[in-house]
């Protein structure tokens, strides 16, 4: 993940991430986090680039 960095977000922006843990964690029925990294050359990446990855703890 070298070519990301830590996303700033607004506080806004982190209750609407929250949110979206919370909907995401009822549809699978597993507690989760989601993550926001930024580009660090500045490029939008597309939907086709964005992996996902699960991580149990």
């Known amino acids: 993940m070298k070519n990301y960095r ?23 029925g597993e507690p989760l986090i989601l993550i926001a990294y930024a580009s660090r050359n500045g490029k939008i990446a597309s939907s086709s680039s964005v992996q996902s990855t699960s991580t149990l703890v």
């Open 6 to 28: 830590p996303a700033k977000l607004n506080p806004a922006q982190i209750e609407r991430l929250q949110q979206l843990e919370h909907e995401f964690a009822e549809l699978t």
